[in-house]
C-alpha cells in the first residue's frame, strides 16, 4: 500500500514539473517565466505579485527580470505557447536568479514549496542541455572516427561494383563464328550439287 502511495506522488510530481517546464521560456538567450505563470503557480494574482516585486526593485536587477517588449510579447502568444488573459502592461520576464529572488519577498508556505519545484525544474533542464552538448560532442567524434573507415568502405563497394559489372557484359564467344550470311550460301550450294 505504502508502495503505491509513492509511485502516485511521483507521477504527481512529474506531472507538476511537466507543467512548471512548459512554463519555462527562452528569451533573449536566457530562460525565463513569465509574471502572470508565476502568480497562477504561487496562486496570487499578478498585481499583487508585480506590486511586491515594485517594493522590492533593488532585489531584481535587470538581469533577473525585465519587461518583455512588444516584439517579444507576440512571439511568444502567436505561437499559441501561453493562454495570456491580457493585460495594458506587458508581462515581466524572470530568470532563475529572479525566481530565487521571488522566494525572499513572497513569503507563504505556497509560494516557498513551488519555488522549490521551480528551481528544480530550471535545474533539470539546464542538465538536459549539458547532456545533450555532451552527447553531441561524442557523437561528432564517432563521426570523426568512423568517416575514415566508412569512406574505405565505401571505396569497396565501389570496386566491387565495378568488378561485378565487368563479370556481367555479355563476353565473346572463343572458336570459329559462322556469319548468318555465310551459312546460308553454304546451305545453298550444298542444295545445289
Known sequence: MESNIVVQDKTNNIAEFSVIQS??????????????????IYEVTTSNLNKAVQR????FPEDFMFQLTMDEFHLIFQNGTSSWGGTRKHPFAFTEQGVAMLSGI????????????????????????????????ELDNFMRKTDMRFDEIFQIFEEFAKHKKEQDKPRTPIGYKQNNENKAETEIILNNK
Open 106 to 137: 513572497l513569503r507563504s508556505q505556497k509560494a516557498i514549496r513551488e519555488n522549490i519545484k521551480i528551481m528544480r525544474a530550471f535545474v533539470a533542464i539546464r542538465q538536459y542541455v549539458l547532456n545533450y552538448a555532451e552527447l553531441k560532442q
Open 23 to 40: 512554463k519555462i521560456y527562452e528569451i533573449r538567450g536566457q530562460k525565463v517565466m513569465l509574471d502572470f505563470d508565476l502568480a497562477k
Open 56 to 59: 522590492n526593485l533593488e532585489r
